[in-house]
Nanobody, 114 residues
Framework: QVQLVESGGGLVQPGGSLRLSCKAS????????MSWYRQAPGKERELVGL??????DYADSVKGRFTISSDNAKNTMFLQMNNLKPEDTAVYFC?????????WGQGTQVTVSS
């Protein structure tokens, strides 16, 4: 059974940083297509970025500020978020595509406010 558990969200001031984690079980992060999404109140869920086979890609809104990485030994994906802005406020979800099946975590709240 695949399980994804996000952690690391919280309240941060504009310009601050947070590091989100997505701990996976039931699949291998190194052999999966992993991604981060976010959903702000009243808005649709949007792709933040992805990592697959060591390659990363990001939405234009976060390029240069966010970095996705993974630790295969810990079977965990990370999202390092720097220079956070109020518009980054959202629930952040990790997603895995493993053996053609999608799995989602429960989400972690990120709030950027002074």
């Amino acid at each position: 059974q695949v399980q994804l558990v996000e952690s690391g969200g919280g309240l941060v001031q504009p310009g601050g940083s947070l590091r989100l984690s997505c701990k996976a079980s039931g699949l291998l992060v190194s052999f999966s297509n992993m991604s981060w999404y976010r959903q702000a109140p009243g808005k649709e869920r949007e792709l933040v970025g992805l990592i697959s086979g060591g390659r990363t890609d990001y939405a234009d809104s976060v390029k240069g500020r966010f970095t996705i990485s993974s630790d295969n030994a810990k079977n965990t994906m990370f999202l390092q978020m720097n220079n956070l802005k109020p518009e980054d406020t959202a629930v952040y979800f990790c997603k895995a595509v493993w053996r053609s099946r999608d799995s989602w975590g429960q989400g972690t709240q990120v709030t950027v406010s002074s």
